[in-house]
């Protein structure tokens, strides 16, 4: 029962999302205290959970590469900005459930990108739909590893 409190808790921090057709980065500060929990409040990253949200090349690089990983979800090692980081879990991705929805995914994605020292462009509600309609043959809890985008020599 506790499981289920906990977990509706969560949802709930999805729930209260305004409409908007460009991602909002208010709105995405809002919806981003999950990830808190992992990479840290102030985009540090925390050992052993999460690495870093702010200067990192997964958040300010390819949009399509983000929104991808924020959908399926990110495992084993990974390159961030030319250096290897090995993960001690992964990072399950928000796709799954139902109640985030791709307005959330888009104000996420642009406040992560211009929070901290980020700036990188904003994020729209259409980019993420588009990129879960191209990635819709995977299944649920199919994550992406580093293979899915070679790093270009
Ligand atoms: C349960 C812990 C956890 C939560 C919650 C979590 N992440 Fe992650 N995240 C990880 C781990 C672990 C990795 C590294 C995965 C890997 O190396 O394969 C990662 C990787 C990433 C990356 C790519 C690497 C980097 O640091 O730039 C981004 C971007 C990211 N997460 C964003 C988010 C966002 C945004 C949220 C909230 C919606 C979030 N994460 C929630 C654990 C988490």
Redesign the pocket.
Same mark, same amino acid.
Request: glycine fraction near 8%; include cysteine; charge should be negative.
């Given at each position: 029962m506790k499981r289920i409190f906990f977990v509706y808790g969560l949802l709930s921090m999805f729930l209260t999302a305004p409409v908007w057709a460009a991602g909002d980065a208010a709105a995405g500060k809002l919806?981003?205290a999950?990830?808190a %929990?992992?990479?840290g409040q102030d985009g540090a %990253?925390l050992p052993n $959970? %999460? =690495?870093? +949200?702010d200067g990192?090349?997964?958040?300010t690089g390819s949009e399509d590469r983000?929104v991808k990983? +924020?959908i399926h979800g $990110? #495992?084993? =090692? /990974?390159m961030?900005n030319g250096k290897s980081? #090995? =993960? $001690?879990?992964?990072? =399950?991705g928000?796709g799954v459930n139902p109640a985030i929805k791709d307005r959330d995914i888009a104000d996420?994605?642009t406040f /992560?990108r211009a929070n901290w020292t980020n700036r990188a462009a904003q994020v729209t509600e259409a980019t993420v739909t588009r990129i879960r309609k191209e990635t819709s043959n995977r299944s649920a809890g199919q994550m992406y590893?580093?293979k899915d985008f070679p790093v270009k020599k």
């Open positions: 919806k981003t999950s990830c %929990g992992c990479h %990253g $959970l %999460g =690495p870093q +949200l990192s090349d997964w958040v983000l990983i +924020l $990110l #495992t084993d =090692p /990974i961030i980081f #090995t =993960p $001690l879990a992964f990072m =399950p928000l996420i994605s /992560i590893s580093q």
